[in-house]
C-alpha cells in the first residue's frame, strides 16, 4: 500500500523525489509503531531507543517527543524498581543477587539516583563479612574443625572481592580442604 | 572428628555478629595479671622458650621432659606444677594448630571453641565460661568451668594462649572449689608471667 504525499506526517526535504519521501516516511511510520509497541508492552528500553532514533532523524515526528520522554520514565521506574529489589534482597543478606538488581538497574538506567551508593554499601558489607568469614575459617581450621573452616573459606571466597589478597588465600585453602574431605 | 555438645546456636549468633560486636575487653584482675606481693621463681623450659614464674614455696615443678610435636592436633606436656597439699595444680601443655593463628584471628568463636575443646575431652566439665581477653599486647582465651576432682569438686581456669606463627599453649590450673580464690591470684600470675620466645610476649 502506498501512502498518499499528503498522509505523510513527514515535510518533503529539498529536491527529495516523491518515491524517496513517501518510502523514507513509510518506514519512519514503521519504526515509530514498533516502538509504541514495546511502549505498551513495558519494553522502555527498546522503545526509548526507537523513539530517540527517530527523533536523530525526524525531529518533531508526531508524538514521538513525548512517547520518549514516557519511555524514559518508564526506564528510570524500572531501574528504580531493581534498586528496591536489590535492597530488600541486600537486607536479608542475599548480597550476591543484591549486586545482579543493581547490575539490571545500570543496564536499565545508568543514570539512576541511589545505584553508585547501593553499590558501595552492599560491597563494604561483603568485604566485612568475608574478612569475618575468613577469620572464622581460620580458627575452625586452626583446631582441625575442616568441614566448619571449609564452610567459612567458601564464603569468604563468595564475599571478598577478588583484588583481595584475601580472596586468594581463602581459595586456595578451601581447594585443599575440599580435595582432603572427599 | 567427634564433637559434643557443640553450642550450634551460640555459634551461629557469633558467626552473624558483626565485628564490632566482638570487641576484646580486659581481664579481670583477679583472672590475669601479676601479683606484686607473691614471691616467685621462675620456670623456664630446656630450650629457654618457655618461661614463666611460679609461687617460691610450697609449689613442686614436675617437667615433662618432653620436645615439642610437629604433628598438628597432637598436645605435648611441658610441665606440671603442683602444690605441695595438693589444693591446686597448673599443668602447661602446647599443640601444634592446624593453621597459624594471628592475635587478630581470635574472636570469641576461639573461646567457643576451646570449651567445646573441653567438653570434648572431659565429658563431666560444667558451667564452662570462655572469654577472649586482650593484655599485656596479646590476646588469650580464658575459659573458667567446674569439673569432679579426686578430692572433691574442682574449680579449673584455663589460658588459652597462642605463642605465635602455629603454636598454642593452655596452662590448665586447678584447685578444689573450696580453695580455688586462695589460689586465683597465684593462677593469675603465672599466666601473665608466661611468655614464649619469639612467640607471645606478656
Not at chain 1, 515509530?32 to 528500553?45: P, T
Request: with cysteine.
Amino acid at each position: 500500500m502506498r501512502a498518499a504525499a499528503n498522509d505523510l506526517p513527514v515535510p518533503r526535504k529539498p529536491g527529495e523525489s516523491l518515491q524517496d519521501w513517501q518510502q523514507r516516511g513509510q518506514a519512519l511510520q514503521a519504526r515509530y509503531a514498533f516502538a509504541k509497541v514495546a511502549l505498551d508492552r513495558g519494553d522502555y528500553s527498546a522503545a526509548a531507543g526507537g523513539f530517540a532514533a527517530i527523533l536523530l532523524e525526524e525531529p518533531g515526528f508526531l508524538d514521538t517527543p513525548q512517547l520518549l520522554v514516557k519511555a524514559r520514565e518508564g526506564l528510570r521506574a524500572a531501574a528504580a524498581d531493581a534498586i528496591e529489589s536489590g535492597n530488600k534482597l541486600d537486607a536479608a543478606g542475599d548480597w550476591i543477587n543484591a549486586l545482579k538488581k543493581y547490575d539490571q538497574a545500570r543496564e536499565i538506567d545508568r543514570a539512576v539516583p541511589g545505584l553508585d551508593d547501593a553499590y558501595k554499601r552492599v560491597r563494604e558489607k561483603m568485604r566485612s563479612a568475608g574478612t569475618a568469614a575468613l577469620r572464622r575459617a581460620k580458627q575452625f581450621d586452626a583446631v582441625g574443625r575442616f568441614a566448619e573452616a571449609l564452610s567459612e573459606y567458601e564464603k569468604a571466597v563468595q564475599w571478598l572481592p577478588g583484588d583481595d589478597p584475601q580472596h586468594d588465600a581463602a581459595k586456595t585453602r578451601a581447594d585443599q580442604l575440599r580435595a582432603r574431605l572427599k | 572428628m567427634t564433637r559434643l555438645g557443640w553450642p550450634v546456636v551460640a555459634l551461629a549468633a557469633i558467626a552473624i555478629a558483626p565485628l564490632a560486636a566482638q570487641e576484646i575487653g580486659a581481664p579481670a584482675p583477679n583472672e590475669y595479671g601479676r601479683a606484686q606481693k607473691l614471691e616467685v621463681q621462675p620456670f623456664e623450659t630446656g630450650n629457654k622458650q618457655i618461661r614463666l614464674e611460679f609461687p617460691k614455696k610450697d609449689w613442686d615443678v614436675v617437667p615433662a621432659n618432653s620436645a615439642p610435636v610437629s604433628v598438628p592436633g597432637v598436645t605435648w606436656p611441658i610441665v606440671s606444677i603442683v602444690q605441695k597439699r595438693r589444693d591446686a595444680a597448673i599443668v602447661v601443655e602446647g599443640v601444634r594448630l592446624h593453621q597459624p593463628l594471628a592475635q587478630d584471628d581470635i574472636t570469641d568463636l576461639f573461646g567457643e571453641l576451646e570449651s567445646s575443646a573441653i567438653r570434648e575431652r572431659q565429658s563431666l566439665a560444667k558451667d564452662l565460661q570462655a572469654k577472649v581477653v586482650q593484655a599485656g599486647g596479646r590476646r588469650l582465651v580464658i575459659v573458667t568451668y567446674n569439673r569432679p576432682g579426686t578430692a572433691g569438686a574442682e574449680r579449673v581456669r584455663q589460658y588459652t594462649i597462642p605463642g605465635g606463627g602455629a603454636d598454642l599453649y593452655r596452662l590448665t590450673c586447678s584447685a578444689t572449689t573450696a580453695q580455688f580464690a586462695r589460689y586465683e591470684a597465684v593462677f593469675a600470675h603465672v599466666a601473665a608471667s608466661f611468655t614464649v620466645a619469639g612467640g607471645g610476649t606478656q
